[in-house]
């Protein structure tokens, strides 16, 4: 199972950026897709994450300026991001609760993509 993640990049504070997340390989479902985050001498934090059904949750540091969003059909899962501040800055890691075809529950993380919003 592979994790491929694209459209991170720089932006100005207040601007915006959207992320997305394909997963690809051995697939049977997929039950939790969602985004991490970890900037320089942090831990890695939860963003936000999306369970099957719709179910999302965020931290409460970027409800209302973030979005997350998911494709069952394509597992795929996006991160829209508005009203960047610096402190959104870090690296962005998509996740996914994947069970396989070798009736394997696994969770698997992509390579990551750099956002950062200066200030």
């Known amino acids: 199972v592979q994790l491929v993640e694209s459209g991170g990049g720089l932006v100005q504070a207040g601007g915006s950026l959207r992320l997305s997340c394909a997963a690809s390989?051995?697939?049977?479902?997929?039950?939790?897709m969602g985004w991490y985050r970890q900037a320089p001498g942090n831990q890695r934090e939860l963003v936000a994450i999306?369970?099957?059904?719709?179910?999302?949750n965020y931290a409460d540091s970027v409800k209302g300026r973030f979005t997350i969003s998911g494709d069952n059909v394509n597992n795929t899962v996006s991160l829209q991001m508005n009203s960047l501040k610096p402190e959104d800055t870090a690296v962005y890691y998509c996740?996914?609760?994947?069970?396989?075809?070798?009736?394997?529950?696994?969770?698997?993380w992509g390579q990551g993509t750099q956002v950062t919003a200066s200030s």
């Open positions: 390989g051995s697939i049977v479902s997929i039950s939790e």
């Open positions: 996740n996914a609760h994947v069970t396989t075809t070798w009736g394997t529950y696994s969770v698997y």
């Open positions: 999306i369970i099957s059904g719709g179910i999302t």
